[in-house]
Structures are given as structure tokens and as C-alpha cells.
């Protein structure tokens, strides 16, 4: 069964303390890992997709790295702003039924104090 | 572009009632999903559309159907409302079912008393 698991649930940094988030995944043939950003209230925004081990992302102050078995979401030197909530999701390789949906993970919750 | 527009943002119903959860994209994508969202259980999909008229199940599709007329909206209906239906609805968009990234709604929250 494809499965997404996040780690930790919940991280509280000081700001500009580097930290990374984790994201271990099963799937049968990945086609692609998202990562995504969640504000209170509001829907999840995209952020990156990385498609084969080795493949890395970066936006400001966040880097995204994939190996065969899990993605970092790594975090230098983080602001307030950066709190929010990531979500990482996976789509499978076999498009047959529901395969080739999205199949998220339960998030990280971070929290950066001033 | 107004992306993703969900309406209503906020909703109080009674069990037994049916209501329509709107959804509508202007980015003429051809993907198109509802999630629904719990603590502690992630997003979880209910229906999806690969295109106008064609529609299928997600994970947890019991107590909704949806419908797909036009490329633009995406509605989600409640038949009859159970609390077991509290939770934060989502909808979302991708050009493509293929790698292609997914555009969100700021979501419904709804309350099923």
C-alpha cells in the first residue's frame, strides 16, 4: 500500500536555527514528490516537485532534496514567516483506478519564534 | 487569474440536510479534485475529474457525488449531512493527472450539527 509519513509533527525552532523535515514514502513507481506550504486557513500552496532521487529544489530559504526512499525539506536560517505547516505528497506510478492521485502525508507544523 | 474559488468559506448545517459545495478554476485545467481535511488524518481525496464529464472515486467517497458539465466547475454535493462530515473541504486543480502540481482553494469549513 503507498504510504507518506512525516516527521516530526511538530518542530519549534528560534529563528535563523537550521533545521530539516522529513518525508519517508512507499510507492509503487514515484512519479513525483510535492511539497507544499499551509497557512492557517487557507489552502495548501505548491512549492516544489521533484521527480527522480538525486533531483534537489530551492527557493529562498528552503531546499528540497529526494532520495529513493524519503525527501528533506531542509529550512536555513528560518523567520517567523516561515511558520506554517509543509504537507509532502507522492502520485504513484500506475495510473489504473486511483493510482496517479496525490496521497499526502499528515504535515509538519513549525513554528519559528523571533 | 482568480485560481481556484471556493464557496461558501464557512457553512452550519443540520443532519439530514443536502448542500452544494461550489467549486470553480479559471486556469483551463483539465484536473480537478476534492479533499477533505481532519485533524491528525491529512487530506484525504473524496472525487476527482480528469476532464468534462468524466468522474471517479478518491478514498473516501461515501455521502458525496459530484458532477463535471464544464472544464471550469467541479460542485460537490452532500446528500443528506452526517457530523461525521465535519471537517474542511478542499478543492483543487492540475493542468494534468501527470506530475503536474496542484492548485488549492482557501477551502469550506464545514459544521454538520
Known amino acids: 500500500e503507498d504510504q507518506v509519513t512525516q516527521s516530526p509533527e511538530a518542530l519549534r525552532l528560534q529563528e535563523g536555527e537550521s533545521s530539516s523535515l522529513n518525508c519517508s514514502y512507499t510507492?509503487?513507481?514515484?512519479?513525483?514528490l510535492f511539497w507544499y506550504r499551509q497557512d492557517p486557513g487557507k489552502g495548501p500552496e505548491f512549492l516544489f516537485t521533484?521527480?527522480?532521487a538525486g533531483e534537489e529544489k530551492e527557493k529562498e530559504r528552503l531546499k528540497a532534496t529526494l532520495t529513493k526512499k524519503e525527501s528533506f525539506l531542509h529550512i536555513t536560517a528560518p523567520k517567523p514567516e516561515d511558520s506554517a505547516t509543509y504537507l509532502c505528497a507522492v502520485q504513484a506510478g500506475n495510473y489504473g483506478g486511483s493510482q496517479g492521485n496525490l496521497i499526502f502525508g499528515k504535515g509538519t507544523k513549525l513554528s519559528v519564534k523571533p | 487569474n482568480a485560481g481556484v474559488t471556493q464557496t461558501p468559506k464557512f457553512q452550519v448545517l443540520k443532519t439530514g440536510q443536502s448542500m452544494t459545495l461550489q467549486c470553480a478554476q479559471d486556469?483551463?485545467?483539465?484536473?480537478m479534485s476534492w479533499y477533505r481535511q481532519d485533524p491528525g488524518m491529512g487530506l484525504r481525496l473524496i472525487h476527482y475529474?480528469?476532464?468534462?464529464?468524466?468522474?471517479d472515486q478518491g478514498e473516501v467517497p461515501n455521502g458525496y457525488n459530484v458532477s463535471r458539465s464544464t472544464t471550469e466547475d467541479f460542485p460537490l454535493r452532500l446528500l443528506s449531512a452526517a457530523p461525521s462530515q465535519t471537517s474542511v473541504y478542499f478543492c483543487?486543480?492540475?493542468?494534468?493527472?501527470?506530475?503536474?502540481?496542484?492548485?488549492f482553494g482557501n477551502g469550506t469549513r464545514l459544521t454538520v450539527t
Open positions: 521533484l521527480y527522480s
Open positions: 510507492v509503487s513507481g514515484l512519479r513525483g
Open positions: 475529474s480528469v476532464g468534462a464529464g468524466i468522474t
Open positions: 486556469m483551463n485545467h483539465e484536473y
Open positions: 483543487a486543480s492540475s493542468a494534468s493527472r501527470q506530475g503536474s502540481p496542484l492548485h
